[in-house]
């Protein structure tokens, strides 16, 4: 299968479902990340005194030793306008999504659950943007099978201290994949990639809370028992 990952910014993968695609590609399924933004405008910038544009070059290059670490089929960082995504037409943002999805051809495309976890409106952005592509497209795109949402579950969301997180309920899950611990390591390891966000990551003791589980809600779709691969049931 092939599977496309759409995100924001760069660390999104790492924070969130590293050792699943790391898993997923030891499967032998092929893994591509879009990423649309160099997320220049993170304020660990002026710790470095970079500029916006030499700390989105900065954090490009920390994502080329991710995407060797966890053996991805491929990935694309775009330059849309970090903590802009708002400000544009959300039209150029739905162009930049179907063209990947087109080059591609995926089976199943990821991204954040409507409430992008943290809450930061780029995440909230990138849910809509997605969602409304992938609808237009898959009337057409007969290789398109499925929409998931990366979230967490409201337990975990409640165990983190450092920043405001928000997870999805129960009955809102409908699939739990489970890695090993290669890919928990591996997903440490991208982690370690992002050499500028050292302190952020350490702080929010992100790396003690990977587990093997990782849960997803599927765009209109509902399971129960939960899927235990984002693959199972496509039709």
């Known amino acids: 299968m092939r599977i496309l990952y759409i995100f924001p910014h760069p660390d ?42 030499e700390m989105g070059e900065v954090r490009y290059k920390e994502m080329l030793d991710v995407e060797k670490v966890l053996n991805l089929s491929g990935m694309n960082v775009l330059d ?78 409640a165990k983190q201290k450092h920043f405001k997180i928000s997870g999805s309920k129960p009955e809102e899950i409908d699939c739990i994949a489970e890695v090993d611990q290669i890919d928990i390591d591996n997903a440490i390891k991208s982690l370690d990639c992002y050499v500028t966000f050292k302190e952020t990551i350490d702080a929010t003791n992100i790396k003690q809370q990977i587990n093997k589980e990782v849960v997803f809600e599927i765009f209109q779709e509902q399971y129960d028992p939960k899927l235990k691969s984002l693959f199972e049931n496509l039709k």
Not at 37 to 51: F, L, N
Request: glycine share 8%; aromatic share 8%.
């Open 12 to 53: 999104d993968e790492s924070f969130g479902v590293a050792h699943l695609m790391s898993k997923q590609r030891r499967d032998g399924h092929d893994v591509y990340l879009l990423t649309l933004t160099k997320g220049g405008a993170t304020k660990q910038r002026h710790k470095y005194g970079y500029s916006i544009e």
């Open 80 to 157: 849309l306008p970090d903590s802009g995504l708002k400000e544009m037409d959300p039209r150029d943002i739905e162009k930049a999504v179907k063209d990947e999805i087109e080059r591609l051809n995926p089976n199943v495309i990821v991204t954040y659950a409507v409430h992008g976890i943290s809450g930061f409106h780029d995440h909230l952005i990138i849910h809509g943007i997605v969602k409304r592509v992938f609808v237009e497209m898959k009337e057409t795109a007969p290789y398109l099978k499925r929409l998931v949402f990366f979230t967490i579950t409201e337990e975990e969301a």
